[in-house]
């Protein structure tokens, strides 16, 4: 069993930046992927970041390319989301999620999920 626990969220004007975190724990949590997705008022929640467990291999959807950054700390069982030069469009909740798959980017990857933490982006 793994928890998640995301912190960092919080209302930021366009253009400023946010560092999302999300603290795994369980024995196992660092063998799994992680990933972040996020979800707007009245839309799905779409994929955003994913890691591989080691920290070698990335994936970002289009629209956060050059403005994201995700990372980890395997030894503090940590997972980051860097957000620069944030959007109103990026408002959204924003949801930590983990997989034992090599990376987490569709809903179906998905094995545990945190309670999500909101995001606001002032225009």
């Known amino acids: 069993q793994v928890q998640l626990v995301e912190s960092g969220g919080g209302l930021v004007q366009a253009g400023g930046s946010l560092r999302l975190s999300c603290a795994a724990s369980?024995?196992?949590?660092?063998?799994?992927?992680m990933g972040w997705f996020r979800q707007a008022p009245g839309k799905v929640r779409e994929f955003v970041a994913t890691?591989?467990?080691?920290?070698?291999?990335?994936y970002y959807t289009d629209s956060v390319k050059g403005r994201f950054t995700i990372s980890r700390d395997n030894a503090k069982n940590t997972v980051y989301l860097q957000m620069n030069s944030l959007r109103p469009e990026d408002t959204a909740v924003y949801y930590c999620?983990?997989?034992?798959?090599?990376?987490?980017?569709?809903?179906?990857?998905?094995?545990?999920w945190g309670q999500g933490t909101q995001v606001t982006v002032s225009s």
């Open positions: 999620a983990a997989g034992a798959r090599p990376a987490v980017a569709l809903r179906k990857d998905i094995d545990y």
């Open positions: 890691i591989s467990a080691g920290g070698s291999t990335r």
């Open positions: 369980g024995r196992t949590a660092n063998s799994y992927a």
